[in-house]
């Protein structure tokens, strides 16, 4: 018995060591891997989307090497600080709240948010009078939900951990309403699963709660880095790298005015 | 897309992503085990003790992993810890990175679950063990610590294993809670396939239908186990 | 030895051994020296971290996440009692099908994770919705409420109808024989005889169920119930702030440890007939 237990010591600090490795030269990018078409994963496990092709492109620029991470949405800023990762791309937005926790680049694309209905619903008007006791979908922790919950006060407002679970549940018909970026909803509702749907309108931005627009995320104090990703955005945006990427997912300059 | 071809293993199918979830959940379960048995067997030395002190210990330790909700317990290690490590190694050197990955922190976070809740099993156990046998290892002049290996032990095994085989099983099933923090267990795959092909039905009945294989599998290998030990104690 | 051989004429207390510095003396002490410093440490940094603005926000919150919690846990527990008795019922049944049944029903739902059927009740149903809409179940399944209530009940009603099955088998065969010998209805057998002394057996087994609902309730967040937890991770997701956590966690212990002794003491009361 003694023998056993000595053997399990050793394979569970052998375990222990393997996870508790120090981190390695490659710069580690955080992302969600849940909000098409900016970062997704597919059927065979790999990322996709706008986010990771411009984090491709800017570590390119960079010349380093970089791996990505998969991070729940809510837990992402506790990573980025507990340095699981060394910057997230993951279509965070540039705001007040979150530049008390961690540093922003410039943006590297800004588009407005909107609210997506099904297709058959007699809601007409995006305003929070409108909405009124109905139920808007949300994913948790983001500006949207700031948004909802600040102004459309009067609606019942869900939380959802992910973009898919609202889409999930406002094709169900569990939510009248749901709201998010326009590029992220106009995408979903020009698939299939989207078909039950249509975008009632978009909405003006709220400086104060939206930002503005979509950053890379860093730890506080690291300018080095921050400063390299801007200037591999500016670098992308002018050699025509970014548009390339850009018109690959839009039919529109997605980085905004 | 029909059933068969989004449980396939082609790139189009989640069969291969499921089975991967399937590897880690039955890893993260047994790597949980040891650790969990070793520490919770040491609780149970702690809980007997004749020192107060260290009884009052032992015990704080199983009030507090018992009453907190397992996925609290998860959140605690995942990011507290981390936070916590992170300071302590910068006190001595500056610049390293120490990582809590979703993996470890299931396997500590489960482990002190399963550890408090098996120190109890085993401290029912040691009384069940009467004083004399003990008394007749020392008389025999064996010393204490050969006394536990060769007279104890074996008794204790026998005797905790119903208990622990039901530890077991709830372990299994606590290590759905690490799809919560990231990682790819039988959950979380299923769970990207349901929303990705809005297959949620069949995806989540997959997902409960493995973990009841699972309970099935480690029912029979309890059952084999229960008889082995049985079997030794009939043949004193 | 000397006493023993010396002649006795007075017998003196001995006097009490000292407290030698064993191992286990200086383990005990180190261990509890550790937890000290984590409670003090605990207490400093919840002290430093109190922002009066945060716990004016917030403490409402976590108030009415804590009464979603005890209400979804209450409201589930007593479903499940309900339909345990049924369940246990046909357990311990002759007919083998409704014996079957009831093997079936409890080995899936103590052989699965309650994270997992509650997905499938709330994600795999709602993807059945034209099928509800027309039998007219949709309002119900519409609800994560009611999804949350409907499969915390049916899981708990598995663990009840155990919990039930294995305090009346262990009354007593002989219990059920002299009551038929003075003549007892079965039914008046069950309710005055077996049930008391069931409830007995199955007194600490229901506060462990109670326990173990507390704390699984944790999970409905996912599904956008928010419950104590749920106000947890909102709060903590526009705070970034640690104690967030800590504090759901002193409050769960805080109820947890409540019902244990509650539990005790309630044992204690009920089983004085049986003390020597």
Same mark, same amino acid.
């Given at each position: 018995?003694?023998?056993? #237990? ?12 393997? %996870? ?12 969600e891997?849940?909000?098409?078409p900016?970062?997704n ?31 729940e ?11 699981r990762?060394?910057a ?9 709240e979150r530049?008390?926790? @961690?540093?922003? #680049?410039e ?22 009078e409108a ?26 407002i /869900? ?19 749901v709201?998010?970026?326009?590029t992220?909803?106009?995408?979903w509702i ?18 104060e709660?939206?930002?503005e ?17 801007n200037?591999?955005i ?20 997605a980085?905004?005015? | 897309?029909?059933?068969? $071809? =989004?449980?396939?293993?082609g ?16 890893t &993260? ?7 969990g048995?070793?520490? %919770? ?13 260290l ?5 704080i330790y199983?009030?507090i ?8 317990t ?11 490590i992170?300071?302590f190694v ?5 610049? #390293? ?5 979703a993996?470890?922190?299931?396997m500590?976070?489960l482990?002190a679950?399963?550890?408090?809740f098996?120190?109890?099993?085993? =401290? ?6 009467p ?10 002049? =064996? ?12 008794? +204790? ?6 208990g ?12 759905? +809670?690490?799809?919560?923090?990231? &990682? ?5 795959q299923? %769970? ?6 809005k ?18 599998l480690?029912?029979?290998?309890l ?14 | ?6 002649p ?10 000292a ?5 286990d ?23 430093n ?5 945060l716990?004016e ?5 976590? +108030? ?5 919690? +005890?209400?979804?846990? %209450?409201?589930?527990i ?10 246990a019922l046909?357990?311990m ?12 029903? @409890? ?12 997905f ?60 038929a ?9 069950? !309710?005055?005889?077996i049930l008391?002394?069931a ?6 087994p ?20 928010y ?5 947890? /991770?909102?709060a ?7 104690? $967030?956590?800590? !504090?759901?966690?002193?409050?769960? =212990? ?6 244990r002794n ?8 009920i ?6």
């Amino acid at each position: 018995m003694f023998r056993m #237990t000595r053997f399990t010591l050793a394979v569970s600090a052998a375990v222990l060591a393997a %996870g508790i490795a120090q981190a390695q030269d490659k710069l580690r990018i955080g992302t969600e891997g849940a909000y098409p078409p900016f970062n997704n994963l597919t059927a065979d496990g790999k990322l996709e989307g706008f986010d990771i092709d411009i984090a491709n492109a800017l570590c390119e620029e960079m010349e380093v090497e970089c791996e990505f991470v998969t991070q729940e949405w809510d837990g992402i800023i506790p990573a980025l600080q507990a340095e699981r990762f060394d910057a997230i791309i993951a279509s965070m937005s540039i705001t007040d709240e979150r530049k008390e926790q @961690v540093d922003f #680049t410039e943006k590297y694309y800004n588009t407005p948010p909107a609210i997506a209905v099904p297709k058959d619903s007699d809601l007409t008007d995006v305003t929070p009078e409108a909405l009124a006791g109905k139920a808007i979908g949300v994913q948790g922790s983001t500006t949207h939900s700031n948004f909802a919950e600040a102004k459309y006060d009067e609606s019942d407002i /869900r939380l959802y951990p992910t973009a898919d679970e609202y889409k999930l549940d406002l094709e169900n018909g569990r939510v009248d309403a749901v709201m998010d970026d326009v590029t992220v909803l106009s995408e979903w509702i020009a698939t299939d699963s989207g078909a039950c749907c249509k975008i009632l309108g978009t909405l003006t931005p709220d400086p104060e709660i939206h930002g503005e627009g979509a950053g890379i995320a860093i730890r506080k104090g690291e300018d080095e880095l921050r400063e390299k990703f801007n200037d591999a955005i500016q670098a992308i945006r002018e050699n025509g790298k970014y548009k390339e990427i850009n018109d690959k997912y839009f039919d529109f300059d997605a980085y905004g005015g | 897309m029909d059933v068969a $071809t =989004l449980l396939s293993f082609g790139p189009r199918g989640w069969g291969d992503e499921i089975a991967w979830g399937v590897v880690v959940t039955v890893t &993260l379960a047994l790597a949980t085990l040891p650790l969990g048995l070793l520490v %919770g067997f040491f609780i149970a030395l702690g809980k007997q003790s004749e020192e107060k002190s260290l009884r009052l210990a032992a015990n704080i330790y199983t009030t507090i992993f018992r009453g907190l909700p397992e996925l609290l317990t998860l959140f605690l290690v995942f990011y507290g810890a981390q936070i916590g490590i992170q300071q302590f190694v910068r006190l001595f050197s500056p610049g #390293t990175t120490v990582e809590i990955n979703a993996f470890v922190a299931g396997m500590i976070a489960l482990g002190a679950v399963f550890s408090s809740f098996a120190s109890e099993v085993l =401290l029912s156990a040691f009384r069940a063990i009467p004083r004399g046998q003990y008394e007749g290892g020392y008389a025999i002049g =064996l010393s204490h610590f050969q006394t536990m290996r060769l007279i104890i032990l074996p008794q +204790l095994v026998r005797i905790a294993l119903p208990g622990l085989s039901n530890l077991w099983l709830i372990l299994i099933k606590d290590t759905a +809670l690490v799809s919560v923090i990231g &990682l790819s267990d039988i959950i979380r795959q299923t %769970g990207v396939a349901a929303r990705v092909t809005k297959e949620a039905f069949l995806f989540f009945g997959v997902a409960c239908l493995l973990y009841l294989a699972l309970a099935i599998l480690s029912s029979v290998a309890l059952g084999a186990i229960d008889r082995w030990a049985g079997k030794e104690g009939v043949g004193r | 030895m000397n006493t023993a051989a010396a002649p006795a004429a007075s017998v003196e207390m001995p006097p009490p051994p000292a407290r030698r510095w064993t191992r286990d003396r200086v383990l005990g002490l180190v261990l509890m020296a550790v937890w000290g410093a984590l409670a003090l440490g605990l207490a400093s940094f919840l002290f430093n971290a109190w922002r009066p603005d945060l716990f004016e926000r917030y403490a409402p919150r976590y +108030l009415s996440g804590l009464g979603i919690t +005890l209400t979804l846990v %209450g409201v589930s527990i007593l479903i499940g009692a309900v339909l345990s008795v049924p369940i246990a019922l046909m357990r311990m049944s002759k007919n083998r099908f409704a014996a079957a049944f009831a093997y079936g029903y @409890v080995y899936f739902f103590r052989g699965t994770p309650l994270l997992a059927q509650t997905f499938l009740i709330y994600y795999g149903l709602g993807s059945f919705r034209p099928q509800l809409d027309a039998i007219g179940l949709w309002t119900f399944f519409r609800e994560a409420w009611y999804c949350a209530v409907l499969a915390f009940s049916l899981n708990t009603a598995a663990y009840q109808a155990e919990i039930l099955r294995g305090a009346i088998q262990s009354v007593p065969k002989g219990q059920w024989e002299g009551a038929a010998s003075l003549g007892l209805h079965r039914f008046q057998t069950f !309710w005055k005889i077996i049930l008391p002394q069931a409830l007995i057996v199955a007194l600490r087994p229901y506060g462990n169920e109670i326990i173990l609902m507390i704390k699984g309730s944790a999970i409905v967040a996912i599904i956008t119930v928010y419950d104590l937890m749920g106000e947890t /991770r909102r709060a903590y997701s526009r705070t970034f702030d640690f104690q $967030t956590y800590l !504090w759901a966690a002193i409050i769960y =212990l805080a109820i947890v440890e409540t019902l244990r002794n509650a539990v005790d003491w309630v044992e204690r009361r009920i089983t004085r007939h049986l003390k020597r």
